[in-house]
């Protein structure tokens, strides 16, 4: 007799990871790299955090979905995700997007995304799907959110978070009656609708969902039919089934975020070069919201083998100088001043450079003299000497990418473009 595995045990449930993303929104950050694939943190990739929580949660049958720009985001599922045990039927496995007989298009939505792997999920016979956005950045246990979709019977139940109502117009805005049943669903409203009593909040559906198994595949199913869907989870799929009186749950995301530090639950999406640099800058806190020292709860990647980070002086005895900064390794840093920033791996600052509050990712050299300030540097810019950033808003503008927050963008593009 073959002994099921418990309805609580994650081995019930298939993990599946959208991970496709073309990420337009962050500009020439994913010319080459598709979003969840994109350097974050100093040494991670975004994607790292959702398959983190797959892991430590102990959701280790993980399905990752991938679609644009995807070469590097597969080696690094190669190389970094590979270790789960094969003979205990646990694997991160990437499923590129394909054209397969009788199938013109690519990926249109995220529900057609999970439709055309329908036949991947259901060889593995589960009772519950989690399905989760590969490029959003925070810490949570899953275990607590199927729980609760199990105890309370739900067809489908939404990871929801309270975020600032004009924020809202962002993501997929729920509304819940008193037992947090689900009983509207709008898509990125113009007006979103706010929490009752609490006029300036509303409640944001987070991408996380946990559903039945049987009610996924004959909702999928339903919609591939539906010649006017756009086949996608937020925009069709959910306010549907909603309309329709399924049983739609929220889970509370306090209830099952992970974080050591008070206050709200930490989550971003980021979508925008403004969000991007926004949550890096937010690991440069003395007290960071997300706590990614946090051994019970590891943030995993695949780790470069590369040489200890080293802070020299110059040759007129100017020190550098490193304040509420986070420095990755292989970097060498001589006679500069980092100032609130985040540096990645592989980071080279010549002397009498200032970096300060700057997001500098992997393998970039910045030249002698040099003025960094509220930027973003794009992995392999060849920063020349004397270049500044960050102090002309105009001259900015007219040489790279500058944000409706005032972030400059610079990529080894926009460098070849405006400084040959």
Same mark, same amino acid.
């Not at 669903?185 to 009593?197: A, L």
């Not at 004959?218 to 925009?235: I, M, N, P, V």
């Not at 206050?263 to 925008?272: A, E, H, I, K, L």
């Given at each position: 007799m073959i002994l099921q595995p418990p309805p609580l045990s994650p081995r019930q449930t298939i993990t599946v990871v959208l991970a496709g993303g073309r990420g337009k929104r962050l500009g020439d950050? !994913?010319?080459?790299?598709?979003?969840?694939?994109l350097d974050f943190g100093g040494q991670f990739k975004i994607i790292d955090f959702t398959l983190?929580?797959?892991?430590?949660?102990?959701?280790?049958? /993980?399905?990752? *979905?991938?679609?644009?720009?995807?070469?590097?985001l597969l080696e690094h599922l190669q190389l970094g995700w590979s270790f789960l045990s094969g003979q205990l039927n646990e694997f991160v496995h990437a499923y590129p997007a394909e054209q397969r007989q009788g199938v013109e298009n690519w990926y249109v939505g995220t529900a057609d995304a999970v439709?055309?792997?329908?036949?991947?999920?259901?060889?593995?016979?589960?009772?519950?799907?989690?399905?989760? @956005?590969?490029?959003? #950045? %925070? &810490?949570?246990? %899953? $275990?607590?959110?199927?729980?609760?979709?199990? @105890?309370?019977?739900?067809? *489908?139940?939404? !990871?929801? !978070?309270?975020?600032p109502r004009e924020e809202a117009r962002n993501y997929g805005v729920v509304q819940v009656d008193a037992q947090d049943r689900i009983v509207g669903f709008v898509e990125k409203?113009?007006?979103?609708?706010?929490?009752?009593?609490?006029p300036d909040r509303a409640l944001a559906s987070m991408g996380i969902y946990f559903f039945n198994a049987g009610f996924l595949y004959d909702q999928l199913k339903r919609d591939a039919s539906e010649l006017r869907s756009s086949h996608d989870f937020g925009r069709d799929l959910i306010p549907y089934v909603v309309a329709k009186g399924a049983r739609v749950m929220a889970h509370r995301f306090e209830?099952?975020?992970v974080q050591s530090a008070p206050g709200s639950p930490y989550w971003r999406d980021v979508g925008t070069l403004d969000s991007f640099w926004d949550a890096n800058m937010d690991l440069t806190?003395?007290?960071?919201?997300?706590?990614?020292?946090?051994? @019970?709860?590891? /943030?995993? !990647?695949?780790?470069?083998? &590369?040489?200890?980070? $080293?802070?020299?002086?110059? =040759? *007129? =005895?100017?020190?550098?100088?490193?304040?509420?900064?986070? #420095?990755?390794?292989?970097? /060498?840093l001589e006679g500069a001043r980092i100032l609130g920033s985040l540096l990645s791996n592989r980071v080279q600052i010549h002397p009498h450079s200032l970096v300060e509050e700057t997001v500098v990712l992997p393998d970039v050299d910045i030249g002698e003299g040099s003025r960094m300030?509220?930027?973003?540097? @794009?992995?392999?810019?060849?920063?020349?000497?004397g270049l500044v950033v960050g102090e002309d808003p105009r001259e900015d503008a007219r040489r790279f990418h500058v944000t409706p927050e005032g972030i400059t963008l610079v990529t080894p593009r926009l460098l070849q473009r405006n400084l040959v």
């Amino acid at each position: 007799m073959i002994l099921q595995p418990p309805p609580l045990s994650p081995r019930q449930t298939i993990t599946v990871v959208l991970a496709g993303g073309r990420g337009k929104r962050l500009g020439d950050l !994913t010319e080459r790299f598709s979003k969840p694939g994109l350097d974050f943190g100093g040494q991670f990739k975004i994607i790292d955090f959702t398959l983190s929580n797959c892991v430590n949660s102990g959701f280790r049958r /993980v399905m990752v *979905l991938t679609q644009y720009n995807a070469h590097s985001l597969l080696e690094h599922l190669q190389l970094g995700w590979s270790f789960l045990s094969g003979q205990l039927n646990e694997f991160v496995h990437a499923y590129p997007a394909e054209q397969r007989q009788g199938v013109e298009n690519w990926y249109v939505g995220t529900a057609d995304a999970v439709f055309q792997n329908l036949r991947n999920i259901m060889a593995h016979n589960p009772r519950n799907v989690l399905v989760l @956005a590969g490029d959003h #950045v %925070y &810490l949570m246990d %899953y $275990k607590t959110f199927l729980q609760d979709h199990l @105890a309370t019977e739900a067809d *489908l139940t939404i !990871t929801c !978070t309270e975020v600032p109502r004009e924020e809202a117009r962002n993501y997929g805005v729920v509304q819940v009656d008193a037992q947090d049943r689900i009983v509207g669903f709008v898509e990125k409203p113009e007006d979103p609708p706010c929490i009752p009593g609490k006029p300036d909040r509303a409640l944001a559906s987070m991408g996380i969902y946990f559903f039945n198994a049987g009610f996924l595949y004959d909702q999928l199913k339903r919609d591939a039919s539906e010649l006017r869907s756009s086949h996608d989870f937020g925009r069709d799929l959910i306010p549907y089934v909603v309309a329709k009186g399924a049983r739609v749950m929220a889970h509370r995301f306090e209830r099952s975020c992970v974080q050591s530090a008070p206050g709200s639950p930490y989550w971003r999406d980021v979508g925008t070069l403004d969000s991007f640099w926004d949550a890096n800058m937010d690991l440069t806190c003395p007290r960071p919201p997300m706590d990614i020292y946090d051994d @019970a709860w590891p /943030v995993l !990647t695949h780790m470069e083998q &590369l040489p200890p980070t $080293k802070f020299i002086r110059s =040759e *007129l =005895e100017t020190s550098s100088t490193n304040h509420e900064s986070v #420095v990755g390794i292989g970097c /060498v840093l001589e006679g500069a001043r980092i100032l609130g920033s985040l540096l990645s791996n592989r980071v080279q600052i010549h002397p009498h450079s200032l970096v300060e509050e700057t997001v500098v990712l992997p393998d970039v050299d910045i030249g002698e003299g040099s003025r960094m300030r509220r930027a973003i540097l @794009a992995r392999g810019c060849r920063i020349p000497r004397g270049l500044v950033v960050g102090e002309d808003p105009r001259e900015d503008a007219r040489r790279f990418h500058v944000t409706p927050e005032g972030i400059t963008l610079v990529t080894p593009r926009l460098l070849q473009r405006n400084l040959v």
